[in-house]
Structure formats: structure tokens, C-alpha cells
């Protein structure tokens, strides 16, 4: 898992902008629509993002009144120090 | 013969432009975050594009006589790494 984070973070072509939706959805669990809205990307990158973050297991979907929100795996809380060092190379 | 030859050209030029494309975005993402993982790929994918570099210098250079079975072997090696450079060059531009 900690190899997956890295590469799916860091080692592949969308891996920083990735790593700002991870982060954004640590801060506070939102949905795809907010996401756009918050990290001023194309709702369609975000959705590509999101799929690819959710393949890898790195975050987990939920439903909530306003559309499926989605927030960290278990597995990316349990290796969160690893997240951290790719979150602190980050820019906002 | 040489149609094999052909193929195990082919073959290694396909894998140095798509490791020249795996480091170009591995590069990009160091610069950015400086995780071991990607420096780790970058030499990886380095030493990789420098075997098929030596291995297309050879196939254009190879001397008359080789025996064929070992033109048919190599051949099949650079196949082989063309679907695995592939699949890696698939997951990581996703």
C-alpha cells in the first residue's frame, strides 16, 4: 500500500494534482462537483482523478444528501506519514 | 531473417520513445515532489532506454553470420519488454 501511494501520487502523470485532491478531501469530505469548485480544476479531470484514487484505494465514497462525497481510505489514514511527505511538496 | 531483425529493431525503438516518455513524466513530477519511489523509476527506466539503445545499435550493426537462432531469441526478448514497457506506460499516464 505504501508503494501504491507513492506511485499513484508521485509516480504517475496526474499524480500532484492527485495528491491536492487527497488532501483537499483529508481537510474535509466533499464531493466531486465541490472539488472542481475548490481546487479549480475541469469537473471531468476531477472525476478522472477521483476514479483512479478510488481504483487504487486510496479514498473512499459515501453517500450524503447532496451526491456521493469522498474522503481518505482507511488504508491512506493507516500511511498517512507517507501522504504527508508527498503533501508537504505540494503546492496549495 | 532479416524481417526478424526487423521486428527486434522495431521493437527496441518502440521502447526507447516509450521509456523517454515515462522519464520525461517521472522527471516532471520529481521536480515537483521529490519522492524516492519516482527517482527510483527514473533510474530504472534510464538503464532500461540504455540496454535498447545498445541493443538497436547492435541489431543495425550486427556483423553477416549470426546464427539465427540468436536473432529469433533476442527478437523475442525485445517483444517481451515492448509489452511490459507498454503496460507500465499504460498505468502510469492514467
Redesign the interface.
Known amino acids: 500500500m505504501d508503494?501504491v501511494l507513492?506511485?499513484t501520487?508521485?509516480?504517475?502523470?496526474?499524480?500532484?494534482n492527485r495528491?491536492r485532491v487527497l488532501r483537499a478531501l483529508d481537510d474535509q469530505p466533499r464531493n466531486a462537483n465541490q472539488l472542481a469548485e475548490d481546487l479549480d480544476l475541469a469537473y471531468n479531470t476531477i472525476r478522472h482523478h477521483l476514479e483512479?484514487l478510488e481504483e487504487n484505494g486510496v479514498i473512499t465514497s459515501s453517500d450524503a444528501s447532496y451526491g456521493v462525497i469522498y474522503l481518505p481510505s482507511e488504508r491512506a489514514q493507516n500511511h498517512w506519514d507517507t501522504v504527508e511527505?508527498?503533501l508537504t511538496?505540494?503546492?496549495d | 531473417m532479416s524481417l526478424v531483425l526487423d521486428v527486434a529493431r522495431i521493437a527496441a525503438a518502440i521502447n526507447i520513445v516509450l521509456l523517454g516518455g515515462l522519464i520525461a513524466i517521472w522527471v516532471q513530477t520529481y521536480r515537483e515532489i521529490r519522492a524516492p519511489m519516482t527517482l527510483g523509476s527514473i533510474v530504472f527506466a534510464t538503464f532500461l532506454l540504455a540496454e535498447n539503445a545498445v541493443a538497436l545499435y547492435f541489431y543495425f550493426n550486427a556483423p553477416a553470420g549470426m546464427p539465427p537462432l540468436a536473432v529469433d531469441v533476442m527478437a523475442v526478448l525485445q517483444v517481451l519488454e515492448v509489452v511490459g514497457i507498454a503496460a507500465l506506460s499504460y498505468v502510469t499516464w492514467k
Open positions: 508503494t507513492w506511485q501520487l508521485a509516480g504517475t502523470r496526474g499524480g500532484p495528491a483512479v511527505q508527498i511538496q505540494v503546492d
